[in-house]
């Protein structure tokens, strides 16, 4: 059983940046694709971003794209998020998943297979 835990949400004022962690409890962290998704009360889990195992390919929802870069730290079994530009819109719970797959950056949430208690991230207008 993985365990994830995120950290770095808060309060931020429109064209601000945050920067977000999902700290895994397995080494074989580096083995799995991380994701990163976000949900607003009323509507269904939303994909921001994808990393795979090793780094090299990433994959952005066409509604961060430009604001926001996923990176890992596999010595550190740490995933990030880093949020620039960040719009009110963009408020919202932030969730990190570890997919066990490699060869797939899946983009919807029933395919990936851990998941962490998530972070509320706040842009005010």
């Known amino acids: 059983q993985v365990q994830l835990v995120e950290s770095g949400g808060g309060l931020v004022q429109a064209g601000g940046s945050l920067r977000l962690s999902c700290v895994a409890s397995?080494?074989?962290?580096?083995?799995?694709?991380m994701g990163w998704f976000r949900r607003v009360p009323g509507k269904e889990r939303e994909f921001v971003a994808a990393?795979?195992?090793?780094?090299?390919?990433?994959n952005y929802a066409d509604s961060v794209k430009g604001r926001f870069t996923i990176s890992r730290d596999n010595a550190k079994n740490t995933v990030y998020l880093q949020m620039n530009s960040l719009k009110p819109e963009d408020t919202a719970v932030y969730y990190c998943?570890?997919?066990?797959?490699?060869?797939?950056?899946?983009?919807?949430?029933?395919?990936?297979?851990?998941w962490g208690q998530g972070t509320q991230v706040t842009v005010s207008s």
């Open positions: 998943a570890a997919d066990l797959n490699r060869a797939v950056l899946h983009t919807t949430p029933s395919e990936y297979d851990y």
């Open positions: 397995e080494r074989s962290f580096s083995t799995y694709t």
């Open positions: 990393i795979s195992w090793g780094g090299v390919r990433t």
